[in-house]
């Protein structure tokens, strides 16, 4: 080895021991001390954490937010082919008619003195129209 290349040897080694003197000096700082202890508090935190996941009950409790999860995606799904089978079949506009009928059965008793039995008539053939739509619909979703 030169005394060239003994120079430049130590030369990096001083300047490799000055870099680790200065960081030395830092972790020392109140700061650095300080972030160190918030680093800990953390860590030990997050351990604390981990080890509560771990625990039989909050392992079932996560199963079951799943499970609902699995369950709410299912329900949404059946919702949407139940009402897409309800307008396939037209019931969703058969109950449309149904309502405009009723609201213009009701609007034309607006006091004009029609009798008693007329009005009677017209209601009982709203409730069976109305429990018709009903047996249809409990039919439709129960398929």
Known sequence: MTDG?????????????S??????????SPGVQESFGNIMDTAKI???IIEVLKTPEMVKNI??????SEN???????MQNTLRHLEE??????????????KSTIDSFNGSGQDLHEMS?????????????VDELRMTVVS
Do not use: D, P, W, Y
């Open 5 to 17: 290349e003994k120079t430049s040897k130590l030369k990096e080694i001083k300047e490799t021991v």
């Open 121 to 133: 008539t017209s209601v009982k053939e709203l409730f069976r129209s109305v429990r018709c739509l």
């Open 72 to 78: 709410m995606n299912e329900v949404t799904t059946k």
């Open 19 to 28: 870099g680790a003197v200065e960081i030395m000096h830092q972790i020392r």
């Open 63 to 68: 199963e079951n937010c799943r499970l609902i």
């Open 89 to 102: 079949t037209g019931i969703m506009n058969e109950a449309k008619i149904l309502i405009r009928s009723t």
């Open 46 to 48: 997050v351990k604390e």
